[in-house]
């Protein structure tokens, strides 16, 4: 078996999300849901009831007037919200693992999905573009494939950088030359796997090599960027540290300004102790 | 006392006990500053090179190089330091592969370290700047002794 195939068959033995998320999940997925009955089976789970009220009181997600019952807070944040939301919390537990062989110390990984995720909605204000609403969860998941590796698997990136750096590639294609998969594939088949939508998907697949992407998708560009972004600042970051090649043709599609850049670096900084918090407190 | 100096933060202390540190330094600017004769010892990790608005000042003056280093240095003055004796040590500054020159935040960052010190005649003993690589920096107070850890390896400044 290549060491690519034991990868694969490893991870896909990863357990799914916990049961009250896939509940949710499946119950949105429905075409007859009503934010009623979604608001009986969320409040059925305590974690999920307090990081729905913790979402919506949140400054970045909800402003204004404190909400205090689920039914409220679903109304505040949308059904589009509230799925991202949930699937936030399924995944985030995985995130804040030590990830030994990868240099990051339980937590940083969650702190720089978060980071990522911020940056690219916090680009997407500050270039004046909607982002499509899966961005925020996406760039939340760009790194679930560096847990697998690092904690599930145990792979030590100490060789995988080592060669990375005598090559002068990235760090992606060195995982590539010595496991056969780099950690977005990764990510995208167990999240493929767990029945993520598509275009979520997508975005944790291409966010390294947004050119390679099958379709345009403005949430790809902005999660490449933000990612960059994010690893500029060093939040969370790994021993990879900044050995990535961001895309010129991406910068170029969404007409960044290094002061546009700025902004959202400055940004980041002030909103991802919130959000982090809200995902690291509450234990499914 | 291990004191932690976040992103966009500053430390000065004058105990020797203590080891200032700043962790992930991708491409922002460590600056360590030490003054042996007065035993005073300081670090800001600034994120961006310089506060734009020039009218208003920055929430958070430690953000910027411009702003933060002045501060900080002063800072260690009203603690005794002298120019004449300051030792100062830079790290950080690092870029992502192939990134064009107008994003590389890294090179602006050191860039406007080197005019800022440049216009107050003072100048770097150390620097360990550039790269993909992550930095965390250390300065003993005890000694003003500088160690840069990345990727599981340490070496001085």
Not at chain 1, 127 to 146: D, H, M, R, S, W
Not at chain 1, 186 to 206: C, D, F, H, Q, S
Not at chain 2, 88 to 108: E, P, V, W, Y
Request: hydrophobic share 45%; proline share 5%; with cysteine.
């Amino acid at each position: 078996m290549s060491r690519r195939e034991e990868i694969l068959q490893k991870a896909m033995a990863i357990p799914n999300m916990p049961m009250p998320v896939q509940k949710v999940l499946a119950y949105i997925g429905n075409p007859d849901a009503d934010l009623r009955q979604l608001a009986k089976i969320i409040e059925f789970d305590p974690g999920l009831t307090v990081n729905v009220l913790r979402m919506a009181n949140s400054s970045f997600f909800g402003g204004g007037a404190k909400v205090s019952t689920v039914k409220e807070a679903l109304m505040r944040l949308g059904l589009g919200r509230l799925y991202q939301l949930v699937i936030a919390s399924g995944v985030a537990p995985l995130a804040r693992y030590a990830i030994k062989g990868y240099g990051l110390r339980p937590g940083e990984l969650l702190e720089h999905s978060v980071a990522v995720a911020v940056a690219s909605e916090t680009l997407a204000r500050e270039l004046g573009v909607v982002a499509p609403p899966y961005t925020f969860t996406a760039g939340l998941l760009v790194n679930i494939g560096k847990t697998v590796m690092g904690s599930f698997l145990e792979v030590d990136a100490a060789p995988i950088l080592t060669l990375a750096h005598e090559q002068h590639i990235s760090f992606e294609q060195a995982e590539e030359l010595i496991l056969g998969i780099n950690h977005a594939e990764l990510g995208a088949l167990l999240l493929e796997k767990w029945g993520i939508p598509t275009p979520i998907v997508n975005v944790v697949r291409y966010r390294l090599r947004p050119d390679e992407s099958p379709e345009p998708d403005l949430a790809l560009d902005l999660v490449h960027v933000g990612d960059v972004i994010a690893k500029m600042t060093g939040i969370g970051m790994g021993i990879d540290g900044l050995q990535y090649a961001p895309s010129e043709a991406a910068f170029a599609r969404l007409d960044v300004s290094p002061q546009q850049m700025e902004n959202v670096m400055v940004a980041i900084l002030e909103q991802i102790a919130e959000v982090r918090d809200i995902l690291m407190e509450n234990t499914l | 006392m291990e004191i932690v100096v976040n992103i966009s933060d500053m430390k000065v202390t004058s105990r020797a006990r203590d080891v200032l540190v700043t962790h992930a330094l991708g491409s922002c600017l460590g600056l360590a500053a030490y003054d042996p004769i007065a035993g005073v010892a300081g670090l800001i990790h600034c994120l961006l090179p310089l506060a734009r608005d020039a009218k208003t000042p920055p929430k958070n003056p430690f953000m910027y190089v411009n702003t933060g280093i002045p501060q900080m240095i002063r800072a260690m003055y009203g603690r005794g330091a002298t120019r004449e004796h300051l030792v100062l040590k830079a790290a950080g500054c690092g870029r992502m592969m192939h990134i064009s020159n107008q994003f590389d935040t890294g090179a602006s960052n050191i860039a406007a370290l080197k005019k800022l010190l440049q216009i107050n005649e003072m100048r770097l003993s150390a620097e360990d700047v550039g790269g993909t690589i992550p930095r965390t920096m250390r300065l003993f107070a005890d000694t003003g002794r500088i160690v840069i850890t990345s990727c599981g390896r340490s070496w001085e400044l």
